[in-house]
């Protein structure tokens, strides 16, 4: 993640402060993997309350952190990429199946 965090440190700042909620602001996907190491759901939960009219997508069973296009999951990656090329978004919340707690190796724990 340290790489992501540098790449922040070059951007210029705001032109204006985020006015969430704004009746101007476009319609919003919120894209979260549920359980989310670094970006908890909960917080996603409550960014889309201040946010009238967004959508979530939630990788249920997700414990990674990032969702679209890093997990391969046709379900979230489909309903972001309809949004990003349209502008529409879902009728309702998307629930797409996670793909669990990675295996572990029997090997690992005798």
Request: aromatic share 8%.
């Given at each position: 993640?340290?790489?992501?965090?540098?790449?922040?440190?070059?951007w210029s700042p705001p032109r204006e402060t985020a006015r969430l909620g704004h009746p101007a602001m476009p319609?919003?996907?919120?894209t979260q993997a549920a359980h989310d190491p670094t970006t908890p759901l909960d917080g996603a939960v409550r960014l889309r309350a201040r946010m009238p009219g967004a959508r979530m997508a939630v990788l249920d069973?997700?414990?990674s952190h990032g969702a679209f296009a890093?997990?391969?999951?046709?379900c979230l990656d489909g309903t972001a990429e309809?949004?990003?090329l349209t502008g529409q978004l879902p009728a309702a919340d998307v629930?797409?199946?996670g793909p669990g707690l990675p295996?572990?190796?029997a090997?690992?724990?005798?």
């Open positions: 993640h340290g790489l992501e965090a540098a790449v922040c440190a070059f319609p919003v996907l919120i069973d997700g414990y890093s997990q391969r999951n046709a309809r949004y990003l629930h797409c199946a295996a572990t190796s090997a690992a724990h005798p």
